[in-house]
Nanobody
């Protein structure tokens, strides 16, 4: 079945960096766009970065210039390098594919907390 396993989150001070990883399985990874989303309690999940199957990238305005999404098709893994982190980046981060299918389920996510 389709699975997404996120890792790499943690507690970091403002201005610090983290690199998130998402290992995907159960589908032809290289053929899909992959996205990173984040969610804070009580708010909608929002997309922060996308990488196409061809490697093109797009970012939400709030993270542009600070976050970098990349992928390794040989490892079925998508990454999110986050630099100059701010307290407002605190959230649970998820990855997902696009297009998704009705039976796709979200992973458990990885928590990022930015605090001094």
């Amino acid at each position: 079945q389709v699975q997404f396993v996120e890792s790499g989150g943690g507690l970091v001070q403002p201005g610090g960096s983290l690199r998130l990883s998402c290992a995907a399985s159960g589908f032809a990874f290289s053929s899909y766009d992959m996205l990173w989303y984040r969610q804070v309690p009580g708010s909608q999940r929002e997309s922060v970065a996308r990488i196409s199957s061809g490697g093109s990238t797009t970012y939400a305005g709030s993270v542009k210039g600070r976050f970098t999404i990349s992928r390794d098709n040989a490892k079925n893994t998508v990454y999110l390098q986050m630099n100059n982190l701010k307290p407002e980046d605190t959230a649970l981060y998820f990855c997902f594919r696009d297009p998704s299918l009705s039976y796709d389920t979200w992973g458990q996510g990885t928590q990022v907390t930015v605090s001094s």
